[in-house]
């Protein structure tokens, strides 16, 4: 894969991630809670993976047990988490400031993957790094000097949802090499789906389930900003860094933010703006990096069944 569709491929998920709020936004609407849209999407997405690929490409739903334990990591402690605490945030504030606090994650992706990987921490890596730090701190109002426009509960989860998103790039990449995009999303979704059905509680609220609209939404969420999304995202970090990945990935806050704005009349100041256009900047300083290190790797075949 040539360097620029691999960085366009992770590009175009993280975009698809960024619609993730619109959809969500409206599921709220129906009385149901964060934890309930996540389990939702994450059931919606193993059965509808496990349907589609079952009949197309049954070969790709072969793994070795021994993986198991990164694909429940990858489901449970990344995918399941993370969404809660960003959907949480959104819930509690807004689209707008939900994902840009999401976006601390570069910062942990960077730090992990020093110690999992051996990346370097290349000076145009840290800029990168603190221009999304300065870039989040101004949106939350941390800067410059104003009173914070969330509470610290609401900027702690905020940081989390941060957090286990970074788990995706540095789990993911332990199985990268080894099985197709296709294969590592179907049984994250479908691992953090069982954990989710039984202490979720969603069968105590099944009013919201009675209502058509509402699983057009569903369905838009699983198909789009879920199931596409997380297939590109990780069919690029086949090839790209883990670090440089998760920055690339900040693109989702600028498409987020837009449908913030546009769709749900979210009020920006001048310094969250200027946070924004910091964390724009710290993308196009990963992708326009005169030392970026592209990592040429032949995609393995994976053997058909017979």
């Not at 409206?26 to 939702?40: D, K, N």
């Not at 069919?235 to 883990?242: D, K, M, T």
């Not at 900047?281 to 069944?305: A, D, G, M, W, Y």
Request: proline share 4%; glycine share 8%; charged share 10%.
């Amino acid at each position: 894969m040539r360097p620029a569709v691999a960085y366009g491929i992770t590009v175009g998920g993280a975009a698809f991630w960024g619609l993730t709020g619109f959809f969500v936004q409206y599921l709220y609407e129906f009385g149901l809670a964060p934890i309930e849209v996540v389990t939702i999407r994450m059931v919606l997405s193993a059965i509808v993976m496990f349907s589609i690929v079952g009949v197309v490409r049954p070969y790709l739903l072969k793994i070795h047990w021994r993986d198991l334990p990164y694909f429940i990591g990858l489901g449970v402690v990344s995918i399941a988490f993370f969404n809660w605490c960003y959907f949480t945030v959104m819930e509690e504030a807004n689209l707008s400031i939900a994902v840009v606090l999401l976006y601390t994650s570069p910062v942990f992706v960077a730090i992990l993957s020093r110690i999992f990987f051996k990346e370097k921490l290349t000076g145009n890596k840290i800029i990168a790094i603190i221009l999304t730090l300065l870039g989040c701190s101004f949106v939350a109002g941390l800067l410059p000097g104003e009173s914070m426009s969330i509470s610290g509960t609401v900027l702690l989860i905020g940081a989390a949802s941060g957090f286990f998103c970074s788990l995706y790039s540095v789990i993911g990449k332990f199985v990268s090499m080894k099985y197709s995009s296709i294969t590592i999303t179907a049984y994250a979704m479908l691992c953090g789906g069982l954990f989710l059905l039984p202490v979720s509680g969603i069968e105590k609220n099944t009013q919201p389930l009675m209502e058509p609209v509402m699983w057009g939404y569903a369905m838009g969420s699983v198909l789009i900003s879920t199931i596409l999304a997380y297939i590109m995202y990780t069919a690029g970090l086949r090839y790209i860094e883990s670090s440089h990945a998760a920055i690339l990935s900040t693109v989702e806050p600028i498409v987020a933010i837009a449908v913030g704005v546009t769709v749900f009349q979210d009020v920006l100041t001048i310094w969250q703006t200027v946070g924004i256009l910091l964390v724009f900047t710290s993308i196009l300083l990963s992708i326009f990096s005169r030392k970026r290190k592209f990592k040429h790797q032949k995609e393995k075949t994976v053997p058909k069944l017979s």
